[in-house]
């Protein structure tokens, strides 16, 4: 059966749908009442549902579409390596082109000295990687005592044993018997949430000085590393002060701690650089990145690597990987979506011409009545929704109830924007043009506007 053209009516899938198929981070049972929205195609920032529907796409499916949909060139180059070497391992003294290629690829984009590469298939297993590396690298050196990893409350770093204990989301916490131990936490520089009274820069830096309390408080001799996103994505898009950065590379320096830059949702282009450590000045040790490698078109993932620790992990026999590392398939997807958004010269685009055309339409939704602060740094974005813009103050209703509704407002508006809590975020492919970029606000001013009336007429518009 040609699935693709002769598919059966909406309402059958979604019965096959909700009878077998077991959605992430969805209370199922819920998704089945209503049935999930199919979709079946899509074009440049454009998806289209079962229905005939077409939907602005303000999340690049899940922060990773950075090319936008229907690029035929990369099916071609799946279709072609497939042809050629669909699979080869890359575990027992061999190799194939692509991942090879796609190492030194990477390697010549990366910044600094990071110049190795070990492939995963998504931003988890990349990161159970680094864990199990950081830790490697320490007992490699003599220090065996060194395993600890500092992370954040609010950061998300996957959803396996590992990268879930690196992650701080205590939802997460709650099932399965995490965190592994040696992983410990401090405190997100979101400073709408938990600013008070200081100002930004003074949270920045107080909320980086946990960091050096932390390490002092384990002892510096017993701490592995210290992991972050660049901009939380997840956590709800929280671009730290411009003085968190500077303070945490400074006591990573100072205590030669590792610095573990998960950049999954940051690196390529996303923030108008390559990478999400150029846009904010970090120097990591090691990258996490996945999505936006392969524009999502093929599940990959790779933790690149600094000379430094390379070179210890390079010179022992290091137990881990995946079947899938380095799939030739994979491998070559990437190599042709890196070409594209080089030859088009799409990170330019996004730091010059979109990227800022977007930030003003952006900022000035902080007028709508229901918003308090709008951030955005290249194509990721958030606003945090308050019932009272002075005190900064959350709903009284609990639970992310207000972001709910409002992303509910958004889907029948036919624009994506996800909820975290009660901020709206956006990360849209970075080949949205100005044209789309007017859509898109339109579209979302028209379902802030629904909200607020909503809350209006319910009386939700209640501080905490
Ligand atoms: N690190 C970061 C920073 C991520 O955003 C991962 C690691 C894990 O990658 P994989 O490929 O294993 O999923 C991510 C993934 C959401 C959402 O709801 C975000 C992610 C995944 C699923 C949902 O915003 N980010």
Redesign the pocket.
């Known amino acids: 059966m040609n699935i693709l053209a002769n598919y059966p009516p909406t309402e059958e899938l979604q019965a096959i749908d909700s009878a077998h198929h077991m959605h992430p ?1 969805t209370h199922n049972s819920a998704l089945a009442d209503k049935g999930a929205r199919v979709i079946t195609s899509a074009k440049g920032v454009w998806l289209k549902d079962s229905e005939g529907e077409e939907i602005i796409d303000g999340m690049a499916g ?2 990773c579409v950075n090319i936008g949909y229907g690029r035929t060139e990369l099916a071609e180059a799946a279709a072609r390596q497939m042809r050629e070497l669909p699979f080869y391992n890359t575990f027992f003294q061999t190799t194939t082109v692509p991942a090879l290629m796609l190492a030194k690829k990477l390697a010549e984009l990366a910044p600094g000295d990071l110049n190795n590469v070990f492939f995963a298939n ?4 990349a ?1 159970d990687t680094n864990l199990r590396m950081v830790r490697t690298y320490w007992a490699e050196k003599g220090q065996p005592d060194r395993d600890v990893v500092i992370s954040r409350w609010n950061a ?4 396996s044993m590992g ?1 879930a204990s690196l992650g701080g989301m205590k939802g997460m916490h709650g099932q399965g018997g995490l965190p592994i131990p040696g992983i410990t936490y401090i405190d997100q520089p979101d400073w709408w949430s938990e600013g008070g009274d200081m100002t930004p820069e003074d949270f920045g830096l107080e909320r980086a000085q946990q960091l050096e309390a932390k390490i002092k408080e384990i002892g510096p001799e017993k701490v592995a590393a210290f992991i972050a ?1 660049p901009i939380q ?2 956590g709800g898009v929280i671009i730290p002060p411009t003085t968190y950065w500077p303070e945490i590379q400074r006591i990573c320096k100072k205590y030669d701690i590792l610095l573990i830059a ?1 950049e ?2 940051c690196a390529f282009g996303r923030t108008g650089n390559w990478f999400g450590s150029q846009t904010l000045g970090i120097q990591p040790d090691i990258m ?1 990145v ?2 936006g490698l392969s524009s999502g078109y093929i599940p990959i ?1 790779a933790s690149i690597v600094s000379d430094r620790v390379a070179a210890v992990i390079r010179d022992t026999d290091f137990n881990h990987g995946y079947t899938y590392s380095g799939h030739p398939v994979a491998c070559a997807v990437a190599l042709e979506n890196l070409r594209i958004i080089e030859e088009e010269d799409i990170i330019n685009q996004v730091r010059n011409v979109t990227g800022p055309y977007l930030r003003k339409k952006w900022e000035a939704l902080a007028d709508h009545p229901l918003v308090g602060e709008a951030k955005i740094v290249g194509m990721i974005g958030s606003i945090a929704l308050t019932p009272d813009k002075a005190s900064r103050a959350a709903f009284a209703v609990e639970g992310g109830a207000i972001g709910l509704l409002c992303r509910d407002q958004c889907f029948a508006n036919n624009i994506i924007m ?1 909820s ?1 809590d009660d901020r709206m975020v956006i990360s849209p492919p970075l080949t949205i043009t100005c044209d789309e970029i007017d859509i898109l606000i339109a579209r979302a001013i028209k379902s802030l506007d629904e909200t607020y009336a909503k809350l209006k007429a319910g009386g939700m518009l209640v501080s905490a």
């Open positions: 981070f899940l922060w998504g931003g988890s297993d990161n998300y770093h996957g959803s990268s996103e994505g997840a998960d999954v949702i996490t996945a999505k993932g996800r975290v």
